[in-house]
């Protein structure tokens, strides 16, 4: 076991925060005890997780800027309309020197030369603070600096420096971190693209005092329900500097979560579609000792600013909703009210034979599920076993339970259009029947989701049957259609970058376990019968409820076992098999599966563990825009 945590730790490093192993590791023992953490042990080091392109192999492919790059990016440059001027604004106190000239050595060196460096120094006490900068800005014109009388903290100091700032664009830089070289380069590029842009962040990772980058985070394009749960904008985020100013800029009392609590607020008053994502690193997040890049929890003052941001902005947009911090993890829970009288639910349970199986889902659901107003349909396709019948026969007397029978060959979609259309309720929730429930609030926290205006098909988490992940969620193009986030990762696990604890926006969701509003399913056609009878329906459908204008949510706060399609086993013939390509085929021909927005290019599309992929993919234009 020693060994396996060791390699834990060890394919961590340079892909996923240190932090998270450890805390899976505490987690792990808490809920499964000694046995359950040397099982997941020993998936990890049999290879399950992690093996990954090595980061400092995959810089020298994708993140380098020699002589060939430079020249690439002057003719780039050279082709802008505009060079528009960009404002960075740094806020300093108590610098080491060294570090405090590396930062602004960085700006110094970037390839875009239309900016200014808008320093404010919060009163520091340490006396080589104030001359250094006054050496900076006197051999460097485009620095500008402000001497603050007084200690204000960060919020202040921040709202000195943009006093500072004449740029069109302002951008926020820490006074201990580092800026890659094209990083106001690809900004302004952008701004060329999309002169309407609000908000553009950018990936980051983070750099060691020995100067080795590691943890890249790979973010996706704009994810409503993921900037609630995690300020994942974080670094290089960069504004128009008109709309900075019009919110007020940055709040004191929010210190810690003020740039979160500032994301909101400009985020209220944009359009999405004016956020804008640069899937390339621009940014090292220094670790120094103190520093939220070493350890999120030397700070923990600012998770109860972010969680008293987002509260505000909820009641600001008149959303009824609760807010708690997720224990440990940097992320925030946004729980909605269910509407009174809450909606009724119709649970369509399709099924064949395997009676003990459909009991287990049943039983689950009537004796663990605190949400009461439900009813059951079961769809019997053409079960022969008696003691399938039987039992059908029998939780009948449930008044809550239907049997709907279904005769011919199975078809997933036709199956579940069927009983759609017989439902009562204002919202269904597809479930196979293979499914247990766990936490019995799964489908409050479900229904509660999908009734919001604007969310379509709501996702569960999902469990094999040993506790490893089978659904976090759907990434379009893994394995040439679409593979579940995180399989196989352990149940405590916090995932990349926190997503296995957090609500997000997401293209696609399993139909083995889907809340939707019946109106929406029947607005879309409900799941393709002709040509995706088996495979890829829940795929298809949650695009196309994309596609009407809805967003699609995945919650870890719904939990349940999957024993993935037990009772209609497995694609192990050729008929099976030619049935699964063509439905593959036509998936491939109906949708633009390459470029997930939820999900970066510079991660692998050959595995489901968020691993770096080889070399970055090029990013085309897709129809599906990413969250509103």
Same mark, same amino acid.
């Given at each position: ?147 603050? !009388? $007084? ?5 202040? #100091?921040?709202?000195? /420096? =943009? &006093? ?132 999120? !929890? $030397? ?5 109860? #600013?972010?969680?008293? /941001? =987002? &509260? ?317």
């Amino acid at each position: 076991m020693r060994l396996a945590l060791g390699a834990l730790v060890a394919r961590q490093t340079g892909n996923q925060p240190i932090a998270s192993s450890l805390s899976l590791v505490v987690r792990t023992l808490r809920h499964g005890g000694l046995r359950k953490l040397a099982a997941d042990l020993r998936r990890i080091d049999q290879g399950g997780q992690f093996a990954a392109v090595d980061y400092q192999r995959w810089i020298e492919r994708n993140d380098t800027f020699g002589p060939a790059e430079q020249e690439l990016m002057k003719r780039r440059l050279a082709g802008l309309a505009s060079k528009p001027l960009i404002s960075i604004v740094m806020p300093v106190y108590n610098t080491p020197e060294d570090v405090l000239r590396a930062a602004v050595d960085s700006v110094v060196a970037q390839a875009y030369e239309n900016w200014e460096l808008c320093i404010a120094d919060d009163c520091s006490s340490m006396p080589h603070v104030r001359p250094l900068l006054a050496e900076l800005a006197g051999g460097e014109p485009r620095i500008k600096l402000a001497l603050r !009388a $007084e200690n204000g903290r960060i919020a202040k #100091a921040s709202n000195s /420096a =943009l &006093e500072l700032v004449s740029g069109e664009w302002t951008a926020l830089f820490d006074h201990d971190d580092l800026l890659a070289p094209t990083a106001l380069a690809e900004v302004a590029l952008l701004v060329g693209q999309h002169p309407d842009a609000e908000i553009i962040y950018s990936d980051e990772d983070k750099i060691a005092g020995n100067g080795v980058r590691y943890e890249p985070y790979f973010k996706p394009e704009f994810s409503r329900e993921m900037l609630r749960s995690q300020n994942y904008f974080n670094h290089l985020t960069v504004y128009r500097t008109e709309t900075l100013r019009a919110v007020g800029a940055w709040r004191p009392g929010f210190e810690g979560s003020q740039d979160f609590d500032l994301n909101l607020r400009i985020f209220e008053r944009v359009d999405p579609a004016n956020i804008h994502h640069i899937p390339k690193i621009l940014y090292h997040w220094r670790a120094l000792d103190g520093s939220t890049a070493l350890d999120g !929890a $030397e700070k923990s003052y600012a998770r109860e #600013a972010g969680k008293r /941001a =987002l &509260e505000e902005h909820l009641a600001r947009l008149k959303i009824d909703a609760k807010v708690e911090a997720v224990p440990g993890a940097a992320v925030y829970r946004t729980l909605h009210a269910v509407s009174e009288p809450p909606p009724l639910v119709s649970i369509i349970i399709p099924t064949r034979d395997r009676w003990e199986l459909l009991r287990n889902c049943v039983d689950s659901i009537q004796q663990k599920t605190s949400y009461s107003r439900y009813e059951i349909l079961i769809v019997d396709n053409d079960s022969v076993e008696p003691e399938t019948k039987a039992y059908l026969g029998a939780v009948v007397t449930d008044p809550k339970v239907r049997v709907l029978p279904y005769r011919g060959a199975f078809n997933f979609s036709a199956i579940n259009n069927s009983a759609v259309s017989q439902a009562n309720g204002s919202i269904v929730a597809l479930v196979n029947n293979d499914i247990e429930v766990i936490s019995p609030d799964w489908l409050t926290e479900m229904v509660s989701w999908a009734q919001q205006p604007d969310i379509g098909c709501v996702g569960a988490k999902l469990y094999y049957a040993n506790d490893t992940i089978q659904h976090a969620g759907v990434i379009l193009g893994i394995g040439g259609v679409a593979g579940h986030s995180h399989k196989s990762f352990p149940r405590y696990h916090e995932g990349y970058f926190s997503r296995l604890r957090m609500v997000q926006n997401l293209s696609a969701v399993t139909g083995a376990c889907l809340v939707v509003r019946k109106a929406i399913y029947e607005q879309v056609g409900g799941l393709e019968e002709a040509r995706l009878a088996i495979a890829f329906n829940d795929v298809d459908f949650c695009l196309k409820v994309r596609e009407a204008g809805y967003l699609n949510v995945w919650t870890p706060f719904a939990e349940l076992y999957h024993l993935e399609s037990e009772s209609r086993g497995a694609e192990d013939n050729f008929e099976k098999q030619d049935r699964f390509n063509a439905e593959a085929d036509f998936m491939l021909g109906r949708w633009s599966l390459a470029n997930d927005p939820y999900y970066s290019p510079s991660l692998t599309l050959d595995r489901e563990d968020f691993s770096l992929s080889a070399v970055r993919k090029r990013v085309w234009p897709t129809t599906m825009d990413a969250g509103r």
